[in-house]
């Protein structure tokens, strides 16, 4: 199940956590940035069945795989922290232990622009 967070400035784009985990190869960890810009409003539709629908758009903007990460963990929140000096915000995203041995804690900080 994914995570969705807001931008707080622009209420038409938002981050997605999707996250999943299978045995023997552990925890994916993907951040999508996702924009209702553009698609269509199907609030008040009854059915979409051979509606013509403009979707949601989404692009990859972190894979955890790819982050340098001692451990890619359980990641399953995310918060909105400061601005930086160079206008960008920091994503703040943790994971819990889930009360096991071998999972940890893990706070992870990102810069979105």
Do not use: C
């Amino acid at each position: 199940m994914p995570s969705i967070l807001a931008f707080p400035e622009d209420p038409t784009r938002y981050l997605v956590l999707e996250r999943t985990w299978v045995a023997g190869a552990g925890y994916k960890i993907h951040v999508y940035e996702a924009t209702t810009r553009g698609a269509t409003d199907v609030r008040d539709v009854d059915s979409l069945a051979g509606a013509d629908v403009v979707p949601m758009r989404k692009k990859l903007i972190a894979d955890f795989h790819d982050l340098g990460l001692s451990a890619v963990q359980n990641t399953e929140g995310m918060t909105w922290g400061p601005l930086l000096p160079t206008g960008e915000r920091t994503l703040i995203l943790v994971s819990d232990d889930n009360f096991a041995d071998d999972e940890a804690t893990q706070i992870v900080a990102l810069a979105v622009g």
